[in-house]
Every structure is written in C-alpha cells, then in structure tokens.
C-alpha cells in the first residue's frame, strides 16, 4: 500500500536518498565545509520552522509502511542555498521545489510525488511552481539538484536559462485547466451511454443544478 504523509519534524528521519540526511538546500556553505550541527537535528528545525509559518515543506512517501521516497518544497526565502545559484529567484515568495527523492526501488513514484507537490502547491493559491535544474554542464553538480530532463518529463519548462542551472517552471493554472478539461471530456463521455447520467454541474452558490431544482416548490396539481 502506497500513502503520502505531511513532512513533520519527527519524520526527518524517514528521508531517503544517497544523501540523506541532507541539509544542502536549507545551508549555506561555510567555507567549503557543512556546519557543525547534527544535520536531523537541522532538518527538524527547519521543517517546524517552515511548518508554523508556511504549511509542511514537503511529503514522505511510505509503500508498505516503509520510506520510499520524499519530496521538499517552500518559498524561496526558506531556501538559503538558492542565493549560491545565478538563477536564483529574486521574488522570496516564489514557490520552488526542492529536491525529489527516492529509494532505488521506488524510483517510479517521482512523477507521484511532483504532482503531489503541485497539488500543495494550489492548496496554497500558487499560481506556479519553480526548481533550479542541473545540465550536463553544470560541474561539481550536487545530488538534490533535480535533472532538467526529468523536470522537462513532468511538465517544467525553462524560465531563465542558464547552462549549466537554469530555473524550471510549472504554470499551476495550467494544471487546473487541463483538470477541468478531462473532467468536462469524461462527462460528455458519460452522455453518450444510455442510462448513465453524469453528476449535475454546479450552481455558482456551491449547490448542484439538481438541488436547486429539488428545492423548489412543487406547483399545485391542476382541476
């Protein structure tokens, strides 16, 4: 059984990947060198951080009870490693995804879990979705770097080119239309099958058609 939790604090330790734990998107780089602090411990800190200001920074995917793969996002101005790229957004509100990871057996649900993320995303009013991707170019490249060719897979396209990193985006309207259309396409679909009728659409007070309708009073029978 496959189940996507919230990222909490206490799941930090559920992160997969070849570098996890990891704190290369929530650092800055010091030196050339990682902080002194236990990366859990730094993690924990920005995901409650993130949490009590933002919403959950991300999601843990469990298949079968166990981590399978994750998936990290937040405003860019909880993203301090963004300012080490040259296309670093310069809105801090832009939404970006962080990093996509899973285990090698599960490799599969990264498309879940971007999608996932672009449904957080909506929940929140974004309009967009934004990731820093990597090139054959790009040197030193580091693991939570996402791929241009998988961000081009799941619907990124390119917002500032770089050669080496340019900056991906998702337009999340898109994503709402292309909904409304398959659902619209259902529907007519639907239609055409004798004694199937599909759900009535719904009245701009929240109502359905059909309830409207059965709240009316029933006209006296004529003499």
Request: hydrophobic share 40%; proline share 11%.
């Amino acid at each position: 059984m496959r189940e996507l939790r919230p990222l909490t604090p206490d799941r930090v330790t559920d992160l997969v990947g070849g570098c996890a734990p990891c704190t290369f998107w929530q650092t800055v780089p010091h030196n050339g060198h990682s902080g002194p602090r236990e990366p859990l411990d730094l993690l924990a800190e920005w995901v409650e951080t993130v949490t009590s200001e933002w919403g959950s920074p991300g999601r843990v995917a469990y298949v079968d009870e166990q981590p399978a793969g994750h998936v990290l996002l937040a405003p860019a101005r909880y993203v301090p490693r963004l300012a080490a790229f040259p296309t670093s957004p310069s809105d801090p509100s832009t939404l970006m995804l962080v990093t996509v990871m899973t285990t090698p057996e599960q490799a599969g649900i990264r498309k879940t879990l971007v999608q996932t993320a672009a449904k957080d995303a909506l929940a929140h009013r974004a309009r967009s979705l934004e990731a820093v991707g990597a090139r054959p170019l790009a040197v030193s490249r580091h693991a939570c770097v996402l791929d241009v060719p998988f961000l081009e897979k799941v619907g990124f396209r390119v917002e500032r080119d770089h050669p080496a990193y340019p900056r991906m985006r998702i337009d999340l309207r898109t994503v709402v239309t292309l909904r409304d259309e398959v659902a619209e396409a259902l529907s007519r679909a639907l239609a055409r099958v004798p004694g199937v009728h599909p759900a009535p659409a719904p009245h701009p007070n929240g109502t359905s058609r059909a309830s409207v309708a059965d709240a009316r009073p029933e006209r006296p029978l004529s003499r």
